[in-house]
């Protein structure tokens, strides 16, 4: 495929999933004689595109429309040719992640075994697109949100995917119900301790003695905000002390881990009101 991306998360070194997204490709074949990773291909053309598809299982002709989704497992054979400019994002999802989370919600996906989400073409499904959407939003915004919300993206794909796709998908998760105190006062210990830091999900996860996959959901739940969100309003809050001590926005920004002074602008003007030279003026 000559054609490039328009955007990748290559550029911020994602490890558990890859996304990339594509316009106005040329048309052409595409062919992967057995997938690294689990598949996730979002059509995004505005107008329909005739397809020819070759799956393990499956082969046919047909038209992607905006909104079409194709699912394939990792180590199934992927060819697929088009006949119009194709427009489309992809994700690559990580095999040893989706087996974890599987391991994680104590899905019986069997000794030795992986997850297979089946073949699926040309699929509807909204809670897969939106999430999409959020990440690609995400490297649009040059990685705004950090490692903790692609984490927290990623683990709700995964969770999604596994139930309704998986080889265990007709079984229940055994669900904690909600974080202890001792768990939570774990979690919140380990961001304060931590939040000049590159916090990852995982982190948090095992501060709390609760799986990452379950993480998000109490966290959010206890605290009213997901762990992502709730990070960065204790850097915002940690960031408003910092200044009124004298130390720079630059100074700050660096401190308090956010890639640059743009980065840590736009959430503090989210969240405070105000630019953080504007805080600074407040207080002369």
Known sequence: MPDYPVVSSDVFGWSEVKLSGWEGVSPQEAFEPALASHLIVIH?????????????????????????????????????????????????????????????????????????????????????????????????????????????????????????????????????????????????????????????????????HVSSSHLVRLFKEATGLAPHQYVIRERINKAQELLVKGSSVHEVAASLGFSDQSHLHRHFKRIVGVTPREYIQSFR
């Open 44 to 208: 995004t053309t505005p107008q329909p595109v005739r397809v020819f598809e070759r799956a393990d299982g499956y082969r046919g002709e047909g038209t992607a429309k905006q909104g079409d989704i194709n699912l394939f497992s990792a180590g199934d054979m992927s060819y697929c040719r088009w006949d119009g400019a194709l427009s489309f994002q992809r994700l690559d999802l990580s095999p040893a992640l989706t087996d974890k989370v599987a391991a994680e919600l104590e899905l019986p996906i069997g000794s030795g075994s992986a997850i297979d989400f089946g073949r699926h073409i040309r699929l509807q499904d909204d809670r897969i697109t939106q999430m999409a959407q959020w990440l690609l939003e995400d490297l649009r915004n040059g990685g705004l949100g950090g490692k903790l919300y692609v984490d927290s993206l990623v683990r709700m794909l995964s969770v999604h995917l596994l139930h309704r796709y998986g080889t265990a998908s007709g079984h229940r998760e055994a669900v904690p119900h909600r974080l202890v105190r001792k768990q939570l006062d774990g979690a919140l210990q380990y961001i304060h301790a931590y939040l000049e830091q590159d916090i990852s999900l995982d982190d948090i996860a095992a501060a709390a």
